[in-house]
């Protein structure tokens, strides 16, 4: 099929939640992607931060073609060996001890709701079940995640909402004090916001926010499914903080490009959920965990996580270089390559250019920039996308 036959067959019988740029992308390869025509393009959003090791990495494929020739499903019923390798390969990476496993980030988060809700029950707290989530925050989709979503834009039209969510300012820590309520049982926070407009954590808020969880025990639950897994330059976004959540979401990179969710909490949290408390049909399932087994084992053992500190600081540093020649970009923010460039004006007409020359990036709140390349690209990627970047600039300034 060319681009216009997939984009009517499209038009008229796919729901029409998303909207979508006039392009079809048939084939990808490292940080490169393909349209039905052939034209090619530097995939700079990369599944929005989920091919973070590039498109059909050798490794990821190998595994998911092997694993799909053993053994595709079988039931949580079972134990189920590329489950308990992956379960064991994240425990050991983090400060979490036990895993639960499902098939996207609002899955995750969910669990971690249930899971803080189960947790104060069993210490003997019936009535706390309230969380306190971040304005500008993103959970995900169902309706308890678009209810910790601390956006509004989200939620209309989807009441009654969920109760039990309290939204405060991001980095404000005397606005958390001031929320905390008798129901009060956790906090869920983006170490660095994705959606909300790539908006980083301050240290001392983190570390200010984990003591005061502690003192009034509360959970304190990190969603990193979209700064999590080597995006900022170490494995966890919370590892530059030097401060340890209670549970820990992660999902998008998790698998290399195929679908898998994970939540991870400490022992002593983890032990709130029994048999029966929670599941998922296929979370945890064979195809899924030796897909992530393979892109975690790539994240970790093969300097990927490195290479993203490196070529992130030399990104944000082009970034920033642009931002000083045109005034258009009024802030650059993230770390490794997790990249934001706030404009002062409405940046769709950038992205449609950038894509016109060959580079697909993406804009977040209509004015800043989101830059969520492969973790695997190379200075040379990065100085082809600026100069990309540069030119549309200059043509629209
Ligand atoms: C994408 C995202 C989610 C939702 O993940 P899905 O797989 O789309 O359900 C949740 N939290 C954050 C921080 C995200 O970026």
């Known amino acids: ?42 995939d700079f959003v990369s599944g929005l931060a989920v091919n973070s090791l590039g498109h059909c990495h050798p490794a990821v494929t190998r595994a998911i073609a092997d694993q799909a020739e053993t053994l595709m499903h079988v039931s949580n019923l079972y134990y189920i060996e590329p489950q308990v390798k992956l379960a064991n390969m ?9 895993v639960f496993f499902c098939n996207s980030g609002a899955e995750a988060n969910e669990a971690a709701i249930k899971l803080a809700r189960k947790y104060a029950r069993v ?7 309230e969380i306190l989530t971040a304005l500008k925050s993103f959970h995900g989709r169902t309706l308890a995640t678009v209810t910790a979503t601390g956006q509004t834009r989200y939620q209309q039209g989807f009441d009654p909402l969920p ?6 300012p991001f980095n404000d820590m005397d606005a958390l004090i001031e929320a905390v309520g008798p129901h009060t049982c956790a906090v869920m926070l983006e170490p660095i916001q994705g959606e909300g407009g790539v908006n980083e954590a301050d240290p001392g808020y983190l570390r200010q926010v984990r003591e005061f969880c502690s003192q009034k025990g509360l959970l304190l639950i990190f969603d990193e499914v979209q700064c999590g897994l080597g995006r900022t330059g170490k494995f966890l976004a919370h590892q530059h903080y030097g401060v340890e959540p209670d549970v820990f979401t992660l999902a998008k990179a998790l698998g290399g490009g ?3 969710g994970a939540m991870v909490a400490g ?10 408390d929670h599941a998922s049909t296929f979370g945890g399932n064979p195809l899924a965990c030796a897909a992530g087994l393979a892109a975690v084992d790539q994240l970790i053992n093969h300097g990927v996580a490195e290479n993203c500190a490196r070529v992130g600081d030399y990104f944000k540093g082009k970034l920033k270089g642009l931002a000083g020649r045109y005034p258009v970009i009024t802030d650059v923010r993230g770390q490794g390559l997790i990249l934001g460039a706030e404009l002062s004006a409405d940046g769709g007409e950038i992205v449609n250019r950038c894509q016109g020359n060959g580079l697909l990036i993406n804009c977040v709140n209509n004015n800043v920039l989101r830059f969520l390349p492969p973790l695997i690209i190379t200075v040379d990627d990065v100085d082809q996308a600026v100069s990309i970047i540069e030119k549309v600039l200059g043509e629209v300034s």
């Open 1 to 42: 099929m060319n681009t216009a036959e997939i984009i009517q067959m499209g038009d008229a019988c796919v729901m029409k939640t998303y909207g979508r740029l006039q392009m079809a992308l048939v084939r990808g390869k490292g940080v490169k992607v393909w349209d039905a025509e052939g034209r090619e393009y530097l």
């Open 90 to 98: 994240l425990v050991q990476n983090s400060c979490g001890d036990r």
């Open 123 to 129: 210490k003997g707290n019936t009535d706390k079940y």
């Open 163 to 168: 109760q039990g969510f309290r939204y405060v």
């Open 258 to 260: 195929f679908p898998i």
């Open 267 to 276: 022992e002593e949290v983890a032990g709130a959920f029994v048999p029966g």
